[in-house]
T-cell receptor, first 113, second 113 residues
Framework: DTAVSQTPKYLVTQMGNDKSIKCEQN?????MYWYKQDSKKFLKIMFS???????INETVPNRFSPKSPDKAHLNLHINSLELGDSAVYFC????????????FGPGTRLTVT | AQSVSQHNHHVILSEAASLELGCNYS??????LFWYVQYPGQHLQLLLK??????LVKGIKGFEAEFIKSKFSFNLRKPSVQWSDTAEYFC???????????FGKGTKLSVKP
């Protein structure tokens, strides 16, 4: 069974569109995250949710909005996509508080044309 | 602010050579330290972690790392690399009240058969 899953794996879309990426974990973890990996492979935290509540919101444009319907899901919605949003987005989860190892999903490669 | 530095951008080795990848972090408090590996086209997987105790930690696939608190370092080592170790290696630190992972910029390891 996949511990952390993301859909879709690939997403190609045009500038100005709105898109969503879904993430689900079946590990029973309380904390979930979104990371962005740019073209140079640099990984940076975007958001962190603990039990459906936003904990971390790094300097991310407000076009990005995370939604957590329950503690097993953390979706990422992106409005008005821009070329610079092209990246690989990774979802991750960990036990509560984030002081534990994080388990990563397979990533979603977003390409904005 | 916390930061993680990985000294080597790209390391090229022949099979059976020994490996050491440098990682230094800046954070004055208690930290947890991690090495993650990303094989081509795949998601991040945990290689090893340090939370407390013996500063020499052993991970999967023959990797080990040594935490040297006085040097703020957590270098990754492997005595004899294999072609299948070709991947991107990320050092990460988890500290502060929110506990989000701060990643280094990664080191690409290429192992020649």
């Amino acid at each position: 069974d996949t511990a952390v899953s993301q859909t879709p794996k690939y997403l190609v879309t045009q500038m100005g569109n709105d898109k969503s990426i879904k993430c689900e974990q079946n590990l029973g973890h309380d904390t979930m995250y979104w990371y962005k990996q740019d073209s140079k492979k640099f990984l940076k935290i975007m958001f962190s949710y603990n039990n459906k509540e936003l904990i971390i919101n790094e300097t991310v444009p407000n076009r990005f909005s995370p939604k957590s319907p329950d503690k097993a899901h953390l979706n990422l919605h992106i409005n008005s996509l821009e070329l610079g949003d092209s990246a690989v987005y990774f979802c991750a989860s960990s036990q509560e508080g984030g002081w534990h190892e994080q388990y990563f999903g397979p990533g979603t490669r977003l390409t904005v044309t | 602010a916390q930061s993680v530095s990985q000294h080597n951008h790209h390391v090229i080795l022949s099979e059976a050579a020994s490996l050491e990848l440098g990682c230094n972090y800046s954070y004055g408090g208690t930290v947890n330290l991690f090495w993650y590996v990303q094989y081509p086209g795949q998601h991040l997987q945990l290689l090893l972690k340090y939370f407390s105790g013996d500063p020499l930690v052993k991970g999967i696939k023959g990797f080990e790392a040594e935490f040297i608190k006085s040097k703020f370092s957590f270098n990754l080592r492997k005595p004899s690399v294999q072609w299948s170790d070709t991947a991107e290696y990320f050092c990460a630190v988890n500290g502060g009240s929110q506990g989000n992972l701060i990643f280094g910029k990664g080191t690409k390891l290429s192992v020649k058969p």
